[in-house]
T-cell receptor
Framework: DAGITQSPRHKVTETGTPVTLRCHQT?????MYWYRQDPGHGLRLIHY???????DKGEVSDGYSVSRSKTEDFLLTLESATSSQTSVYFC??????????????FGPGTRLLVL | GDSVTQMEGPVTLSEEAFLTINCTYT??????LFWYVQYPGEGLQLLLK?????DKGSNKGFEATYRKETTSFHLEKGSVQVSDSAVYFC????????????FGRGTSLIVHP
């Protein structure tokens, strides 16, 4: 199994508070991704990174920011959490660009509930 | 843009039944095709993939063949087990039409003893 951990695994927070989710990998893969999974929507890409300090937006990036200061860590921040951001968040990694046919490896997920 | 369409679930089967989960796609170019599986409470993991037309991906008794003429990548298994109960995602990438992978919405499979 690919060495990917996510923390926290579960979080309950209140509307308007900032939240940071962490993804840590031990595979030294260049690409990292944040997805959210919601019933009826499948997986939707929030942001991705193609190297240290290199990030780009996905299809549902509004209300989220990311940072990558080290190869192994990719942080997702909800600046001011809203109930619509209640979801399960998955981190994924790939050795080269997943958009070029590369396999992605997924973390175990973080369940976030915004009250 | 690229898109992936999967049959809606849940698919409910008895143990040892034959499984087919349909997946069709729209893409420019020649994408790689994937099936990922998500067991309850876990992240997605690669089940199988195919990178060119007529390739057959296989793993754990599951198979799927890349059919360019019908733009399909249907997942099959001859005899399902209770432990196969999971959500299955079809995906494509590398078509040249998008810089990120495209996932289907997932199909839930429930296998009863």
């Amino acid at each position: 199994d690919a060495g990917i951990t996510q923390s926290p695994r579960h979080k309950v927070t209140e509307t308007g508070t900032p939240v940071t989710l962490r993804c840590h990998q031990t595979e030294n893969h260049r690409y990292m991704y944040w997805y959210r999974q919601d019933p009826g929507h499948g997986l939707r890409l929030i942001h991705y990174s193609y190297g240290v300090k290199d990030t780009d937006k996905g299809e549902v990036s509004d209300g989220y920011s990311v940072s990558r200061s080290k190869t192994e860590d990719f942080l997702l921040t909800l600046e001011s959490a809203t109930s619509s951001q209640t979801s399960v968040y998955f981190c994924a990694i790939s050795e080269s660009a997943a958009g070029r046919g590369e396999t992605q490896y997924f973390g175990p997920g973080t369940r976030l509930l915004v009250l | 843009g690229d898109s992936v369409t999967q049959m809606e679930g849940p698919v409910t089967l008895s143990e040892e039944a034959f499984l087919t989960i349909n997946c069709t796609y729209t893409a420019t170019g020649y994408p790689s095709l994937f099936w990922y599986v998500q067991y309850p409470g876990e992240g997605l993991q690669l089940l199988l993939k195919a990178t060119k037309a007529d390739d057959k991906g296989s793993n754990k008794g599951f198979e799927a063949t890349y059919r360019k003429e019908t733009t399909s990548f249907h997942l099959e298994k001859g005899s399902v087990q209770v432990s196969d109960s999971a959500v299955y995602f079809c995906a494509l990438s590398g078509s040249g039409g998008s810089y990120i992978p495209t996932f289907g919405r997932g199909t839930s499979l429930i296998v009863h003893p």
